[in-house]
Each structure stands twice: as structure tokens, then as C-alpha cells.
């Protein structure tokens, strides 16, 4: 049986971060005066900050099949593999934008890809576990070699005030608890996993050991559900389509989403026992667990759960137990999935550890369970051309300062991925393999300055070009390249007196011209420096400047010691170390500007990949011209 793994990941979560205090101006409020009960519910859940796919006038922005198609994108743009290749689409929810056809059926339609294999895995938690379970399934029996696999949600719909007003709810007739409660737990969003037979080529995969899915609906009636607590109990269960038509079904709450808080210490209970039978069959070693990825719907009861699982002989470390519940909110389906793609790219997880996840769903009692183990990238070996390694640098993607919105989150979290790419490509490159091995040579080094000086020379004219191309309404962003500009300008100068220092004849290196891969780079960011607002080229700011910031400085170390130079022969090197430090604080406050949508992240993530590609290209192409 081949093995499956998670290769890359990717979410959604529609517009702003909505705080607390902000949840009714955007669900609305039920008659004239505030919930009395949400802040009693939030205090409990200790959720802080969710994302809606409705806005103030709960008009829908976004559908459901809208935000998985989003995640998907998300997931494949960090992936190496392209949607045309994909061969198995799962999709997951509890409240799809239609009736039929199926869920998975109106997201393949959303994505500009070829015909598929799709599975559609409808129910409320556990059901994007059981999705994820069916791809892994299909890959170990050698059916198929990739899937993607989407959980989205979309419950503000169901609890949007206008609802209830038309059923008659405001001063006089209160909102029930039971639907009251949702209102303050839930929100809307989506994630992706895109699962290969194999690991990514770079960076970190999840191997899916096993997933288990366990049902206890024939023990227990329904705790989560839409319809009247009477119906849905009854022992021939009846619905809002049994009713006479739509509005009679409305007026009796048949389409109220509802949860019958008295059974959730019964959830709880059988969560805890979940894992202890795991352990009982051998299938669960608590000590070779390094990370506990756990969803719960509110705070109070991880509290109960942990509780539990003392009493029973099992501690969870809390530093180890990874939630991202207090800043994404309860998903339903789509929180394991946004859970683990947060903890993928979090920069936490090592080689060899082990990821327990737990994902209850209080709907009917189904409780799922997986273990994952981070894997390394499975890079094919260097050509002959390359030349292996003996220095192994950690590779860590430049920080970016984001104001804390969600979509200045995505941004960072994608650019890391691509970072990671890039820098182990650089890595790789025979020139730079030389110097990591302790083999440079001091003409190495010239030809190293004199392919780059060529480049850098190009840097303030791109940088110029595209602030004279910013608009007068994003003025700071325009301050931000002009002052950077102004930085660059005469960094060249530098590089030249570096080369003359070594050895190097300055009328040479001054009439010098490109390489084919400087050629290629210079070409193409001026090209995108001549549109109006390229602010893409924040894409491309973060793996020039990110270069000085990670990696000049331990390339002029290394050059210094392996060719005992003195400081003055490796100072353009030593400066864009320390430089970078000011241009990545103007690259902060672009990001935080304002100017990012979803179109523009998009945008600075592929300019970031191109040019980390022609980047590398530009050093393998040493002495080309």
C-alpha cells in the first residue's frame, strides 16, 4: 500500500476579522436592544476575532463553494503541481449554497480545471476528516496519485437577524438559547489540502498514518441540527420539506440551526474516551505524540476535556496542544483543516514529530481521529552540475510585520512557502554549494560580484519606474519605493570597489553585461514596473531584500573566512545585511496599507515566484552571457 501525504495547504476566510463587540452589527440584532446571552457565550468560548461571508446588511459575498474553490487555489499555488494534473476532488460542508447537485460538484465548477473524479462528504465537523480520509484511501490503493480536499462552511446565513424577525423574535418574544448559543459559536470560512503519493520535493509534508471515523448516532439523538428539537428526535424523523410550504416551515423554525447544550458534556465524555480506546488497541503511543491538534467548539470545554484526560492518566503538554479557535473562530468542517494549515506553516513543526489530531461533531456523535508525522521535502538529487552540501543553514523566511488582518496573514503565510523554495534552490546552486563546502575561490568570488553587479545596477530603475507608476491616492506606497530607490541608487559603486579590492579591473566590471539570467530578471521587473500600481512587486522586494536580510550576511562571513579578506573586500555583502533591516520596515507598512485583496495577494505571490525563479537562474548562469 503506497503512502499519502499532505504536500501543501491552503485557506479562505472571507473579508475582515470581526471582533466581539462588532458580531451583531454584521448578524444583526434581534429586536432593539442587545443580546443579553453573548457575552455570557463568548466569555465561555473565548473566541476572539471570526470572519463572516455576509456583510452589514447580511448580504451574501461570497458562496460556499466560492471560499473552497479559494482554499483550493490557495493550496495548489504552494504546491509545484498545477489544477489541470489534479485527479480526485473531495469537498466537505455542512450547509452547501444549494440543495443539489453536490457540494463537490458546484466547487470543481468554480476551478478553472479539466473533468475529475469529486466526492461530495456532507455532515457538520467530522465530515471534512472523512473527506480527507477517502482521498488518503484512493492514493494508498494506488487508485489515483493526488487529490484536493476542501472543507468550507458557511453558517452566518442561517443566523442572520432577519431570520428570526420574520418568525416573529425581538423585544417580546426572545430567541431561544438554543439557537441564541450558535449565533455567538460559529462562523464562516474555508481550507484545502492538496495529498500526493509522495512528499513535497521542498519544505514540510504531512504523512497520513491513519484516520478513523466512529458514529455513535444510534446511541444518541440528534445534539446539532436544523429543524425543531420535536421533529428531529421523533423515531420517523420530519423536516422543513415536510411542511405544507416554504414559509409554514420557516414560522415553525423547521430552517432554525439548533443545539441541544444539555448533551454537550455527553460529547465531551465520549471525545476522552475516543482517545483512550485508541491507546487500549495499540494504536495510539500518547509518549510518541509531539503535537495534540485539537477542535473544540468553545474554550470550556478543552477545559473539561483536558480535565478528563488528566483524570485518566493522560497530561497534554499545553504548550503542544495547537488551536487556532480564539482567531479563526468555529468552522465546523473546515476548522481541522484551517488548524492545520496555520500549524503546516507555522514554523513549530520538526522532521520525525508526530501530530494527533482530535475532531469531534456534536450533530448525531461522530468523532474522528488522525495521526500525521511531519516529513522533509524529498528534493531529487543535485545534477551533476551541483555539488552536495556540508554547511546545512535552517532556512527561516524573512518576517514580514502584518497589522493582524486575516489577509495580510495569507500573504505572509504564502510568501513563506515560497521563500522556502528559494532558498533551499539557492542552496543548491554549484557556486553556492561551493562556498557552504569551504571551496570558494577568489575567482569564484569575482565572478560571483561581476555577474551580480549587472543586476543590481537595474535595481533603483525598477524601484524608480514603479513609484512613478503608483497613483496618488496609494501615495505612501509610492514613498515607500521612492525612499527605497533612493537606498539603491548607488549600490553598485559598492560592489565595484569590492571587486576592484580582490583583484578585479573596474572597466571590465563597468562595461560587463548581463548573463542570460540577470538578462531575464532585469527584463522581466521592469516590465512589471512600467503597469499602473504594480503591487506585485512587493513579491519581488521580498526576495531581493529578503536575500540581503536572511542570507548576505552569511555569505560575506563565510567568503571573508574561506578567502581571509578583510572588511572593505566584502562590503556590499555586509551592508545589505544591515540595510535590508530599513527596507523590510518599508515593506511592513505597504503590506499593512490597506492595498491588499485577494487579486493583489494573488499577484504578489506569483511575482515573488517568478523572480525567485529567474533569481536562481540568474546564479546558475554565472559566465553565460
Known amino acids: 500500500m503506497k503512502p499519502s501525504f499532505i504536500t501543501s495547504a491552503g485557506a479562505y476566510l472571507p473579508g475582515k476579522a ?8 454584521v448578524l444583526g440584532q434581534v429586536g432593539s436592544k442587545p443580546s443579553r446571552s453573548r457575552k455570557r457565550i463568548l466569555n465561555q468560548n473565548k473566541i476572539e476575532t471570526r470572519h463572516y461571508a455576509i456583510d452589514e446588511s447580511q448580504t451574501t459575498t461570497i458562496s460556499n463553494a466560492g471560499m473552497a474553490a479559494k482554499a483550493i487555489e490557495a493550496a495548489i499555488a504552494t504546491s509545484g503541481l498545477d489544477l489541470n494534473a489534479i485527479e480526485l476532488l473531495v469537498a466537505s460542508t455542512s450547509c452547501p449554497d444549494l440543495p443539489l447537485p453536490g457540494f463537490a460538484s458546484m466547487v470543481h465548477g468554480k476551478l478553472d480545471m479539466p473533468p475529475c473524479e469529486i466526492a461530495t462528504t456532507h455532515g457538520i465537523c467530522a465530515s471534512g476528516m472523512v473527506g480527507l480520509r477517502h482521498a488518503a484511501s484512493l492514493i494508498q490503493t494506488e487508485q489515483v496519485s493526488n487529490a484536493v480536499c476542501a472543507a468550507s462552511e458557511f453558517p452566518s446565513r ?3 437577524a432577519s431570520r428570526f424577525q420574520a418568525q416573529g423574535f425581538g423585544d417580546d418574544r426572545r430567541l431561544p438559547f438554543e439557537t441564541e448559543f450558535l449565533r455567538w459559536m460559529l462562523s464562516d470560512g474555508a481550507g484545502a489540502f492538496v495529498l500526493q503519493d509522495r512528499p513535497a520535493q521542498t519544505g514540510l509534508s504531512l504523512e497520513i498514518q491513519w484516520i478513523t471515523a466512529t458514529s455513535y448516532a444510534s446511541q444518541f439523538d440528534p445534539c446539532m441540527f436544523v429543524g425543531t428539537k420535536e421533529e428531529a428526535s421523533a423515531e420517523d424523523v420530519r423536516g422543513w420539506l415536510d411542511y405544507p410550504d416554504y414559509a409554514t416551515a420557516a414560522a415553525a423554525g423547521a430552517i432554525n440551526l439548533r443545539q441541544n447544550v444539555g448533551m454537550l458534556e455527553d460529547v465531551v465524555r465520549l471525545t476522552v474516551e475516543g482517545v483512550f480506546q485508541l491507546i487500549e488497541k495499540g494504536k495510539l503511543d500518547p509518549k510518541s505524540i509531539d503535537w495534540y491538534a485539537t477542535h473544540y467548539s ?6 473539561q476535556a483536558l480535565d478528563l484526560l488528566e483524570r485518566g492518566g493522560l497530561i497534554l503538554p499545553p504548550d503542544r496542544v495547537f488551536s487556532n479557535l480564539a482567531t479563526k473562530g468555529n468552522l465546523g468542517c473546515a476548522s481541522a483543516y484551517v488548524m492545520l494549515e496555520e500549524l503546516l506553516y507555522s514554523g513549530k513543526l520538526e522532521p520525525g514529530q508526530n501530530i494527533f489530531c482530535i475532531v469531534p461533531e456534536s450533530g448525531r456523535f461522530t468523532f474522528s481521529y488522525a495521526l500525521l508525522t511531519v516529513v522533509e521535502g524529498d528534493c531529487p538529487k543535485p545534477s551533476a552540475k551541483a555539488v552536495s552540501m556540508n554547511v546545512s543553514d535552517p532556512v527561516i523566511a524573512p518576517e514580514i510585520k502584518t497589522s493582524g488582518a486575516e489577509i495580510e496573514e495569507s500573504l505572509v503565510r504564502q510568501l513563506t512557502h515560497v521563500w522556502n523554495d528559494f532558498e533551499t534552490g539557492i542552496n543548491r546552486v554549484p557556486i553556492i554549494a561551493k562556498m557552504n563546502e ?7 568570488y569575482r565572478e560571483l560580484l561581476f555577474n551580480l553587479r549587472q543586476q543590481v545596477i537595474d535595481g533603483s530603475r525598477w524601484i524608480s519606474r514603479a513609484a512613478s507608476n503608483i497613483t496618488r491616492e496609494n501615495f505612501p ?3 515607500a519605493f521612492i525612499g527605497h530607490s533612493s537606498d539603491e541608487h548607488r549600490d553598485f559603486e559598492m560592489l565595484e570597489r569590492n571587486y576592484v579590492a580582490v583583484g578585479g579591473d573596474l572597466e571590465a566590471i563597468q562595461t560587463g553585461t548581463k548573463n542570460i539570467g540577470s538578462e531575464a ?9 512600467s503597469r499602473e500600481n504594480p503591487f506585485d512587486l512587493i513579491g519581488a522586494m521580498f526576495i531581493i531584500e529578503g536575500l540581503g536580510r536572511r542570507v548576505a550576511r552569511r555569505w560575506a562571513v563565510r567568503i571573508k573566512e574561506q578567502l581571509d579578506l578583510e572588511d572593505n573586500q566584502v562590503s556590499f555583502l ?9 527596507h523590510f520596515q518599508r515593506l511592513d507598512l505597504a503590506v499593512q496599507s490597506g492595498i491588499l485583496d485577494e487579486k493583489v495577494v494573488q499577484s504578489v505571490i506569483k511575482t515573488a515566484k517568478v523572480v525567485a525563479r529567474l533569481y536562481l537562474l540568474q546564479l546558475e548562469e554565472i559566465g553565460n552571457f
Request: hydrophobic fraction near 35%; glycine fraction near 4%; charge should be negative.
Open 298 to 303: 468553545s474554550d470550556i470545554f478543552r477545559v
Open 438 to 444: 569551504g571551496k570558494l575561490t577568489m575567482q569564484d
Open 521 to 529: 530578471l532585469s527584463e522581466y521587473i521592469l516590465s512589471r514596473a
Open 477 to 479: 506606497i509610492r514613498s
Open 574 to 582: 555586509m551592508y545589505h545585511s544591515e540595510s535590508d533591516d530599513i
Open 18 to 25: 470581526i471582533g466581539n463587540d462588532d458580531m451583531e452589527t
Open 158 to 160: 442561517l443566523l442572520k
